[in-house]
Nanobody
């Protein structure tokens, strides 16, 4: 069982930046593929970025070039930094842990990009 707790959401002005953090419980964090997803009102949940146990990253086209996902296996954390925020980045952001058939989600953190 893995528990995920997100932090760092809030209200950000367009053009601003944010850093989301996810802390995971469990002793085998380093083996999990970790990801950040988001869900805007009326839309399906979508992948934002993921990072494998080996540090390989993948980004959605919508955030490519302005986001960075990173992990610290010693601290059981995965962070997402996004710059040049746009109103369309407004969503609830969820941390995700995936290992084989095991998939875990955090409760989400709201990010609102508005002036």
């Amino acid at each position: 069982q893995v528990q995920l707790v997100e932090s760092g959401g809030g209200l950000v002005q367009p053009g601003g930046s944010l850093r989301l953090s996810c802390e995971a419980s469990g002793s085998i964090f380093s083996r999990y593929v970790m990801g950040w997803y988001r869900q805007a009102p009326g839309k399906q949940r979508e992948l934002v970025a993921l990072i494998t146990s080996g540090g390989i990253t993948n980004y959605a086209d919508s955030v490519k070039g302005r986001s960075t996902i990173s992990r610290d296996n010693a601290k059981n954390t995965v962070d997402l930094q996004v710059i040049s925020l746009k109103p369309e980045d407004t969503a609830v952001y969820y941390c995700n842990a995936h290992l084989g058939l095991y998939i875990y989600w955090g409760q989400g953190t709201q990010v609102t990009v508005s002036s």
